[in-house]
């Protein structure tokens, strides 16, 4: 099963940016990955997601912000969040889709984390206001 190390957080103040990356230990570009995020107190919720044939989805709290990419060369996806707010405050994960395919795009338009099988130990953000 594929292992997924996150990097990238850190704290910035509110209207900074950070980049996030998530490093697999297998071939990424096999796999739909997602990003999501726990903030205290409060449920884990799907952020983005990159499928297998490259089309991305996003929470609607963060489109026109957040951009995720994936480099199949390095065997990671990254996460671009600009424009932070406080509220983007949260331990952020990736996870990989490891059920076997074919798997269909759209059904990652909702970033469930029903969908995601291996999961990563997260790296803090947080937003000062």
């Known amino acids: 099963q594929v292992q997924l190390v996150e990097s990238g957080g850190g704290l910035v103040q509110a209207g900074g940016s950070l980049r996030l990356s998530c490093a697999a230990s297998g071939d990424v570009s096999r796999y739909a990955i997602g990003w999501f995020r726990q903030a205290p107190g409060q449920e884990r919720e799907g952020v983005s997601c990159?499928?297998?044939?490259?089309?991305?989805y996003y929470a609607d709290s963060v489109k026109g912000r957040f951009t995720i990419s994936r480099d199949n060369a390095k065997n990671t996806v990254s996460l671009q969040m600009n424009s932070l707010k406080p509220e983007d405050t949260a331990v952020y994960y990736c996870?990989?889709?490891?059920?076997?395919?074919?798997?269909?795009?759209?059904?990652?338009?909702?970033?469930?984390?029903?969908?995601?099988?291996?999961w990563g130990q997260g790296t803090q953000v947080t937003v000062s206001s």
């Open positions: 990159i499928t297998s044939d490259s089309s991305t």
């Open positions: 996870a990989a889709d490891v059920r076997p395919g074919p798997h269909v795009s759209s059904w990652y338009r909702s970033i469930s984390m029903a969908d995601f099988g291996s």
